[in-house]
T-cell receptor
Framework: KAGVTQTPRYLIKTRGQQVTLSCSPI?????VSWYQQTPGQGLQFLFE???????NKGNFPGRFSGRQFSNSRSEMNVSTLELGDSALYLC????????????FGPGTRLTVL | AQKVTQAQTEISVVEKEDVTLDCVYE???????LFWYKQPPSGELVFLIR??????QNEISGRYSWNFQKSTSSFNFTITASQVVDSAVYFC?????????????????FGQGTILTVHP
């Protein structure tokens, strides 16, 4: 099976712009979770989608949003970018039950100038 | 709230040495799941092992072994005869029982990670 894919791999944006990141899960996986990784805060949970519904959300401002499509592909959007949004954004897919392992994609490295 | 602590920020060893990475967790749930992931320089998190809170049987897989002790809330990971290719950041993570409600779905709580460097 193909693994989790994320596009694009690298992005450079300026403050105030918005960005959309894409994640394609492993075939058959219906849950997609997003994480932000920074040197200072480590890996932090953003939100999780299952069958096109957001089931859980972390402590991030409303500028961070996401959605999931009927084929389980997911996108996350960050509006009005700030310098502090520079990070590695990782998505992970799973079957969607609490005990299931999450498998991660290679990440999108976002740099905000 | 759940919490995962990896007290070792960085470990440096010489090839063929054994190394143990420590992980201590906090949770109020009685059902939970623990994971170890490896993050090589490429950035992708690679799944290594999953344990549930009811399974305290320790496991050995090749050069890797895991020691889960519920009494001390620890889930340690040992690499035997380390190799240069083991150099990476290792993360311990906790997932609580989704049946507890929406606050648990799809959420892994990670430790800060341990940077392992294996020198030739």
């Amino acid at each position: 099976k193909a693994g989790v894919t994320q596009t694009p791999r690298y992005l450079i944006k300026t403050r105030g712009q918005q960005v959309t990141l894409s994640c394609s899960p492993i075939s058959g996986h219906r849950s997609v979770s997003w994480y932000q990784q920074t040197p200072g805060q480590g890996l932090q949970f953003l939100f999780e989608y299952f069958s096109e519904t957001q089931r859980n959300k972390g402590n991030f401002p409303g500028r961070f949003s996401g959605r999931q499509f009927s084929n389980s592909r997911s996108e996350m959007n960050v509006s009005t970018l700030e310098l502090g949004d520079s990070a590695l954004y990782l998505c992970a897919s799973s079957l969607g039950r609490g005990r299931d392992t999450q498998y991660f994609g290679p990440g999108t490295r976002l740099t905000v100038l | 709230a759940q919490k995962v602590t990896q007290a070792q920020t960085e470990i440096s060893v010489v090839e063929k040495e054994d190394v143990t990475l420590d992980c201590v967790y906090e949770t109020r749930d009685t059902t939970y799941y623990l994971f170890w992931y490896k993050q090589p320089p490429s950035g992708e998190l690679v799944f290594l092992i999953r344990r549930n809170s009811f399974d305290e049987q320790n496991e050995i897989s090749g050069r890797y072994s895991w020691n889960f002790q519920k009494s001390t809330s620890s889930f340690n990971f040992t690499i035997t005869a380390s190799q240069v290719v083991d150099s990476a950041v290792y993360f311990c993570a906790l997932s609580e029982n989704s049946n507890a409600g929406g606050t648990s779905y799809g959420k892994l709580t990670f430790g800060q990670g341990t940077i392992l460097t294996v020198h030739p």
